[in-house]
């Protein structure tokens, strides 16, 4: 396991949204920056029903390019000098009941117009630890403290990503968001209202208040990828309460 220390900084920048036609929805480029140097940039939809994750680099402040056609579909363009992420361009989806579908596309760095970066606010990293599956952050901001479970799925050598798509799932975060719901609803649902999902194509966040509950989540998903059997009864929870995609 392991746990960082308390010296390390986050700070978090977002470009200027493109609003989508009908205003309902818009797209942003987050970035994220560590006092040890990593980042991340994320493409993000929001709509005042909450946020879908879409695409993700490795790298801080990432410029994209959206274009929107129509209210519910998506052409997000990245620079082609990047390492190509995973992504399952029919798969990716945004929106209530994922009806928005969204189109990548790698393009030359000059096609992408330089983005304004907002400055949304810092947090002190205190804790960074690896588990059996997926990793647990805390941040400190203002006084108080929040923690984030991330899990990849299509990342680790038993992936469960082909079995899922061939069932005619999403196979990334949106499915491991369903699956999670799922465990939670059969094995921890005192815990279901103190968790809030953030998907996206490959993986996704499962963000709380309680460290317990997110180690509670990390257990559940540990003990998935053991037992095909409970996985399949998440999944159908999730499918029966109208949660998996």
């Given at each position: 396991m392991d746990t960082s220390s308390a010296d390390e900084h986050w700070t978090q920048e977002a470009s200027e949204p493109v609003?989508?036609?009908?205003?309902?929805?818009?797209?942003?480029?987050?970035?994220?920056?560590?006092?040890?140097?990593?980042?991340?940039?994320?493409?993000?939809?929001?709509?005042?029903?909450?946020?879908?994750?879409?695409?993700a680099f490795l790298s801080a402040r990432v410029s994209m390019r959206f274009e929107w056609r129509g209210d519910d579909k998506l052409i997000v363009s990245y620079p082609d000098d990047l390492p190509a992420p995973r992504i399952d361009a029919t798969n990716s989806s945004f929106g209530q009941s994922g009806r928005g579908r969204v189109t990548y596309q790698a393009v030359p760095p000059r096609d992408i117009p330089e983005v304004r970066w907002t400055r949304e606010g810092g947090a002190e990293v205190t804790e960074r630890q690896s588990l059996d599956r997926g990793d647990l952050t805390a941040l400190r901001e203002n006084g108080a403290t929040t923690y984030s479970y991330s899990y990849?799925?299509?990342?680790?050598?038993?992936?469960?990503?082909?079995?899922?798509?061939?069932?005619?799932?999403q196979g990334?975060?949106?499915?491991?968001?369903?699956?999670?719901?799922?465990?939670?609803?059969l094995r921890a649902p005192t815990i279901a209202s103190e968790i809030e999902f953030d998907p996206e194509s490959d993986g996704l966040v499962v963000r709380s208040d309680s460290r317990h509950a997110l180690l509670e989540v990390a257990e559940l998903v540990a003990a998935a990828k053991r037992d095909p059997e409970l996985l399949d009864a998440a999944i159908r929870r999730a499918q029966a309460d109208s949660e998996m995609e």
């Amino acid at each position: 396991m392991d746990t960082s220390s308390a010296d390390e900084h986050w700070t978090q920048e977002a470009s200027e949204p493109v609003v989508a036609p009908g205003g309902e929805y818009n797209a942003v480029v987050s970035s994220q920056t560590f006092g040890s140097g990593e980042g991340q940039s994320q493409a993000i939809v929001s709509s005042p029903r909450g946020g879908s994750g879409l695409i993700a680099f490795l790298s801080a402040r990432v410029s994209m390019r959206f274009e929107w056609r129509g209210d519910d579909k998506l052409i997000v363009s990245y620079p082609d000098d990047l390492p190509a992420p995973r992504i399952d361009a029919t798969n990716s989806s945004f929106g209530q009941s994922g009806r928005g579908r969204v189109t990548y596309q790698a393009v030359p760095p000059r096609d992408i117009p330089e983005v304004r970066w907002t400055r949304e606010g810092g947090a002190e990293v205190t804790e960074r630890q690896s588990l059996d599956r997926g990793d647990l952050t805390a941040l400190r901001e203002n006084g108080a403290t929040t923690y984030s479970y991330s899990y990849y799925d299509v990342s680790e050598a038993d992936s469960s990503a082909g079995a899922l798509i061939a069932r005619g799932l999403q196979g990334g975060g949106e499915s491991w968001a369903g699956i999670i719901y799922g465990l939670v609803a059969l094995r921890a649902p005192t815990i279901a209202s103190e968790i809030e999902f953030d998907p996206e194509s490959d993986g996704l966040v499962v963000r709380s208040d309680s460290r317990h509950a997110l180690l509670e989540v990390a257990e559940l998903v540990a003990a998935a990828k053991r037992d095909p059997e409970l996985l399949d009864a998440a999944i159908r929870r999730a499918q029966a309460d109208s949660e998996m995609e």
